[in-house]
């Protein structure tokens, strides 16, 4: 949704990072040389209470020390790429790989200890991992992921093959289908772009061989049973309960879809967008039809302003990233939180450099697990950017409150949590909040509040069966369900089951759509985005609460209150060191993911949409 501008290739590293533990990284390469040497004495005896605790003891010791050399590798990497950058980052993580691997293969040997709560927390997080023990597949494996998202980083389209000029990048390709209205000019960027990721498809597939070899070792059924089972529940259990999720969303997504159907039939015609079944996916602003506020000038209610639009103030105001992230730094801090340390400001990327290549797509870096936390963004003055760097500084502001927790717990409760930090922010981010920081002249009355709904909505209600499905697809991927010659095909009736979108054109032969998408040649979970935009809305009604809000939902904003403040604050500080549930009951006290508190946010404009459906479908 915010991808409008170049996404250079996203390092290995990265990747590595948010798929095994980042933390884990370095140290474990320490506490095999510690344990090796009495390997072959353990095998005999089984292994003690006290030799488990002193193996966490020595895994957090050089942990603390040793965990951010790859981390540092990725950021010189994607804040300078060259083929060097590149080299010392992808070595970085093979010896991290290699590391993680035996330390999470040693750990197994301690479970079933009677050992703490917290220790067993710590053994069972510490094998959350794959672990890929053979040195030749372990290279195989990074350098299919080098090669895939370095791919995908470099893709262009190019209408005419023989002139340059005519390749367009991602960027440039977003650019199209947010802003034309030309149905041939979006579906001619729409096809571009999706013919790229066809070069990897058979990369991909071997990749994915590898990494369910690795999740086999570990004990895993497969790679997309170790992803599902990262949220304190088994793989089952975690697919039950999205599945619930998405029942309870799915009506509030069904009036949404319809009402934009019938406005995008207004406008392109009964030819392209039919009155049932799925709608061709280049119209919706967006290349993965994930988020629709670019939609917003075509479907706003009459007479509206829907107003969350700040980006022609902020470049009159000739608003620098500096200070845009300022603003959002201003929003944590008025809720108590600490100002950002001089060092963000001071290695943080907040603009794309003029004489050197990086990853513009945005992103949050906590560098030695204490206060080198840095953001990564090419910011420009739009509303789209403003709210993005309230997202990353979630992440920021997560890995703060819990840098003195011990190591192995300094992460989100769970991943859904750390996505959702910085979007609960958002929520807050109203017409009444804006206009007092004067980026919003007028503030729109309540009667206004529908087509700030619907604004919303197309961000946050349309990416919900997107969020959910790229999953659905993986998790059958590893599960060996899907082969290589179907990934298309169920591609794509995911995208019609859960989106209600289909194909601008009939599929390729041998083509990869799936791969299209960031997140699967880079192999980043996805699962957690589709969590944290149901959190997110439980996470604003608990704090509206706690500051004695008592309107409705959707105009509440938290802005300066220091109670709702220390709620935050003090489930943030627990990082990871509890199940998820018992940080949720910290603050909200519920216990269970739900939905309700997305559908109170967006009830007025359920009823505002199905009573539009009927009339238009009548008129
Ligand atoms: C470099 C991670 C975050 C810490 C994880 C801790 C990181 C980058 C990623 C970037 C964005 C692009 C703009 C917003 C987020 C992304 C998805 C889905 C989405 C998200 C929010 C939303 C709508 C859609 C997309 C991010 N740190 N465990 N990751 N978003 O790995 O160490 O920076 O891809 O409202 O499809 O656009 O989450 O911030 S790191
Ligand atoms: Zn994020």
Redesign the pocket.
């Known amino acids: 949704?915010?991808?409008l501008y170049l996404s250079p290739p996203f390092s290995y590293n990265?990747r590595l990072?948010?798929r095994i533990q980042?933390q884990l990284v370095a140290a474990a390469l320490a506490i095999s040389l510690c344990f090796s040497a009495t390997a072959a004495s353990n095998k005999k005896a089984p292994p003690t209470v006290a030799e488990a605790e002193q193996f966490l003891k020595n895994a957090e010791a050089r942990l603390e020390k040793l965990s951010d050399s790859a981390?540092r590798a990725?950021w010189v990497y994607e804040t300078h790429i060259t083929d060097d950058t590149e080299a010392i980052s992808s070595q970085a993580n093979d010896i991290s790989l290699a590391a993680l691997g035996e330390i999470a293969l040693q750990a197994r040997r301690y479970n079933g200890l009677p050992l703490s709560v917290e220790n067993k927390r710590k053994l069972k997080l510490l094998q959350l991992s794959i672990s890929l023990s053979d040195s030749k597949d372990r290279e195989a494996y990074t350098r299919l992921a080098s090669f895939m998202s370095g791919a995908y980083g470099k893709a262009k389209y190019c209408s005419k093959p023989s002139d340059e000029g005519s390749c367009k990048n991602l960027g440039q390709l977003e650019e199209i289908l947010a802003h034309s209205n030309d149905p041939a000019v979006l579906k001619d960027a729409w096809l571009g772009w999706h013919k790229q990721s066809a070069s990897y498809k058979d990369k991909y597939a071997e990749y994915v061989a590898l990494s369910n070899k690795g999740a086999r070792e570990l004990g895993y059924a497969d790679t997309g049973a170790l992803w599902r089972s990262q949220y304190d529940m088994s793989p089952q259990e975690f697919a039950q309960e999205t599945e619930r999720l998405w029942q309870q969303v799915k009506p509030l997504y069904d009036s949404l879809h319809l009402y934009v159907r019938l406005k995008l039939r207004e406008k392109y015609g009964a030819e392209i967008v039919p009155l049932t079944g799925p709608i061709p996916a280049h119209l919706f602003g967006n290349m993965?039809s994930?988020?629709w506020e670019n939609l917003y000038p075509l479907v706003k209610p009459q007479g509206q302003a829907g107003s969350l639009d700040v980006g022609e103030v902020l470049k009159q105001k000739n608003t620098d990233a500096q200070a845009m992230t300022r603003y959002a730094e201003g929003f944590y801090t008025s809720l108590g939180m600490e100002k950002l340390p001089d060092s963000f400001w001071a290695k943080s990327m907040l603009t794309k450099p003029r004489d050197r290549e990086v990853v513009c797509?945005?992103?949050?870096?906590?560098l030695n697990n204490l206060t080198d936390v840095r953001?990564?963004m090419c910011i420009n003055p739009t509303t789209e950017d403003f709210?993005?760097i309230h997202?990353?500084l979630g992440?920021i502001y997560?890995d703060l409150a819990y840098r003195n927790q011990p190591y192995l717990f300094k992460?989100?409760a769970n991943?859904g949590f750390?996505?959702a930090i910085g979007?609960t922010v958002?929520l807050s981010v109203t017409p009444e909040y804006l206009n007092k920081l004067g980026l919003l002249k007028e503030v729109p009355d309540v009667s206004q509040d529908i087509g700030v709904l619907l604004n919303r909505a197309l961000?946050?209600v349309a990416?919900l069966p997107f969020?959910y499905l790229v999953d659905q697809w993986r998790w059958k991927v590893y599960a060996g369900e899907v082969k290589p010659q179907d990934y298309d095909k169920v591609w794509w009736e995911l995208r019609e089951k859960y989106q209600g979108v289909k194909r601008p054109a009939p599929s390729e032969a041998n083509g990869f759509d799936a791969g299209a998408?960031?997140?699967v040649p880079a192999d980043?979970p996805?699962a957690?985005?589709f969590v944290?935009?149901i959190l997110q809305f439980q996470f604003q009604r608990a704090l509206c609460k706690e500051a004695g809000y008592t309107g409705p939902l959707h105009r509440c904003s938290i802005f300066g209150n220091k109670k709702a403040g220390e709620k935050y604050q003090a489930m943030l500080a627990l990082g990871t060191s509890k199940p998820w549930s018992e940080a949720l009951k910290t603050m909200s006290g519920e216990e269970k993911m739900d939905a309700s508190a997305i559908l109170d946010y967006f009830a007025p404009l359920k009823v505002w949409l199905d009573a539009q459906n009927k009339a238009l479908s009548h008129g």
């Open positions: 949704m915010f991808l990265e990072v948010m980042p981390q990725a993965w994930q988020s797509h945005a992103s949050a870096w906590d953001i990564k709210l993005t997202h990353e992440h997560y992460a989100g991943d750390h996505e979007d958002q961000e946050k990416f969020g998408k960031y997140h980043v996805y957690r985005y944290a935009h």
